[in-house]
């Protein structure tokens, strides 16, 4: 059987993805600890930090009965020039899996293609497949929705910058045919390719989605999702001014104001209180977000079991 990467939510088609959110349910509910991939070993290669995506695989691999390796990027060979292509041969001769958060979406890309091993897009410049299966996980929970049919009427509404986190989720939604609001500042919307295939997507999912600079069409949102105004990467000289570009665009109590009664708000993490969300607001709805950083367990459980 051929390997099957997960680099971006679009290599997953809506079948898959409710299938892997079932077992990612059942992983939760029944705090199944398998044997399954006993003397198995996934690599995870994170040239950027990371608190949840690292410990979430490492955990789950173990908890599934394999063992997960740590390659410091420091410490590779690849750190003195051996190749993307060299380096995913040798690793696929040796591992099951391979974990990758890269600077650059182009390097996992590579990763995959010369791999003979499935490879995760553990968050790249443009995509975090991960986490938005996590995200569609934790909505499902706090709506009681069984099967992702019933999320159709929920009202999701992604604020704040147009980064890889968003256009997953406008990814994830566009492929479910969900009811989705990008919201981001003109000139953070996410790029025209990912706008258009989103959109291109929609028609045949039936997903309602709607693009926009206005922060009005929070209105009635039963979801309120954010994520930091500087992502991992962007090193901007005028950080004042960008701050002074969000700010219009913050989550806090005058914006909530607008939602649905029952609205969740939900968070990536890591999260910059008084930047794209309140101390305030964090700590209000710690229930959601919190429920959503555990999330990644299950759902990668699920991704683990898929792909391995
Ligand atoms: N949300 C997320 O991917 O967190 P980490 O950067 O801590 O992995
Ligand atoms: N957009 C953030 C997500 C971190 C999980 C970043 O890229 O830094």
Request: aromatic letters at 8%; proline letters at 3%; one cysteine or more.
């Amino acid at each position: 059987m051929a390997k099957k990467d997960l680099l971006s939510v679009y290599d997953l088609r809506a079948e898959e993805i409710s299938v892997l959110l079932e077992e990612a349910f059942k992983f939760k509910s029944d705090k199944k600890y398998l044997d399954v991939f006993k003397g198995r070993t996934l690599g995870m290669i994170f040239e950027n930090p990371s608190t949840r995506t690292r410990v979430s695989f490492s955990t789950a691999m173990i908890q599934l009965g394999g063992l997960p390796i740590s390659l410091d990027p420091e410490n590779l060979q690849r750190k003195r020039g051996e190749s993307i292509h060299d380096t995913a041969v040798v690793l696929s001769g040796y591992l099951d899996g391979l974990v990758i958060r890269a600077l650059r979406h182009c390097d996992t890309e590579e990763f995959a293609k010369f791999s003979t091993i499935p490879v995760v897009n553990a968050l790249s410049d443009r995509e975090h497949p991960c986490q938005s299966l996590a995200d569609i996980m934790t909505i499902m929970e706090f709506y009681k929705a069984k099967t992702v049919e019933n999320l159709k009427e929920i009202k999701i509404v992604y604020i704040g910058d147009g980064n890889n986190v968003a256009n997953s989720l406008l990814a994830v939604s566009a492929v479910l045919g969900l009811n989705f609001t990008l919201i981001s500042p003109q000139q953070y919307l996410p790029k025209k390719d990912i706008l258009d295939k989103a959109l291109e997507c929609a028609l045949s999912s039936g997903a309602k989605i709607k693009i926009t600079s206005n922060t009005s069409e929070i209105k009635d949102a039963d979801v309120v999702y954010t994520d930091v105004w500087f992502s991992m990467g962007i090193y901007e000289s005028k950080k004042e001014d960008r701050k002074r570009i969000f700010m219009p665009y913050q989550v806090n109590e005058a914006l909530l104001k607008k939602t649905s009664s029952r609205c969740i708000v939900l968070h990536c993490l890591p999260a910059v209180r008084g930047n794209e969300i309140t101390a305030e607001i964090m700590d209000k709805y710690g229930y959601s977000i919190f429920t959503q950083a555990e999330n990644r367990l299950y759902s990668q459980k699920a991704v683990l079991l898929r792909l391995l």
